[in-house]
């Protein structure tokens, strides 16, 4: 692994990714600005000129209420888009990496989704990484890592980044006490990333998070007590949030088949311990 091609290079995964892999490989980082992956011609392009061992796609259209009034832009960044680039690295004879999300189940399981589940999508943002998903497996060397409520990196924005945010200011922060989730530390998923390129790990579909499984309200209540300081946390069900798309309620992705190839990773606690602490 010498070359490396990260789309997405300037969001909360992309860029940390960019930063890990930057010591020991040349990385040709591209943001949304620099590339539109949609665009066949110019992916098909870029990859040419670069010819990479790697191309990591971290570029994805994340507003999950806004993909069900456009959904020409979620099936452009998230499906059209992953085909486009993986089309463009199997002519490179690349290996693909491709991230996708816990949206393409139904929220309607009692235990963590194992990756044979089958997935069953509830709103167009699920429905358009669903597709990706099928689009970067046609490739033949190709890895679709599932991830879930990732946080830290840069830009902060995620929901664990809100709540933290929100805590350590005084505020009053509402999470759901009946969605339960299985976070995922953009540092642990890049090194994920990294450990299954670094020992050509069998290709195919994996859950990449965080081990254990917890409520959104157990995280506030987490970062609270790490903070060291009272906080006002209010526990709302997902049934009395108006959203325009429908979220899976328990969505909890088992990181098992990731274990069973050698990657562990670490409980969500310890990953919520090392974020707060070193931010």
């Not at 620099?34 to 507003?63: H, Q």
């Not at 991830?147 to 759901?176: C, M, N, T, Y």
């Not at 006490?177 to 540092?187: A, C, G, I, L």
Request: aromatic residues 8%.
């Amino acid at each position: 692994m010498k070359r490396v091609v990260v789309t997405g290079a300037a969001g909360q995964l992309g860029s940390t990714l960019v930063a890990r892999l930057s010591p020991r490989c040349e990385v040709f980082p591209f943001t949304r600005a620099d590339l539109d992956i949609a665009d066949d011609e110019k992916v098909r392009a870029a990859l040419t000129s670069i010819a990479p061992d790697v191309v990591i796609n971290c570029a994805a259209y994340n507003d999950v209420d806004g993909a069900e009034s456009n959904a020409a832009a979620a099936l452009a960044a998230n499906s059209i888009g992953v085909r486009a680039l993986a089309r463009a690295a199997a002519s490179a004879k690349a290996t693909l990496v491709h991230y996708s999300t816990d949206f393409v189940f139904d929220g309607e399981a009692t235990a963590p989704y194992r990756e044979s589940d089958p997935p069953r999508p509830l709103s167009t943002y699920g429905l358009s990484k669903l597709l990706g998903e099928w689009f970067a497996l046609e490739v033949p060397s190709a890895y679709v890592l599932r991830v879930e409520s990732l946080f830290g990196g840069h830009p902060a924005k995620s929901s664990v980044d809100k709540i933290l945010a929100g805590l350590r200011a005084g505020q009053s922060v509402r999470v759901f006490h009946d969605r339960t989730v299985t976070p995922s530390f953009v540092d642990d998923v890049a090194a994920a990333t990294e450990q299954m390129l670094t020992a050509r790990a069998p290709f195919g579909l994996y859950h990449c998070v965080n081990s254990g499984t917890v409520t959104w309200l157990g995280i506030a209540e987490k970062i609270a007590a790490l903070l060291g300081r009272e906080a006002e946390i209010v526990a709302v069900s997902v049934n009395d949030v108006k959203l325009r798309a429908r979220r899976p309620q328990y969505c909890a992705l088992s990181n098992q088949k990731l274990a069973s190839i050698g990657v562990t990773m670490p409980r969500w606690e310890e990953a919520i311990e090392r974020y707060v602490g070193g931010t």
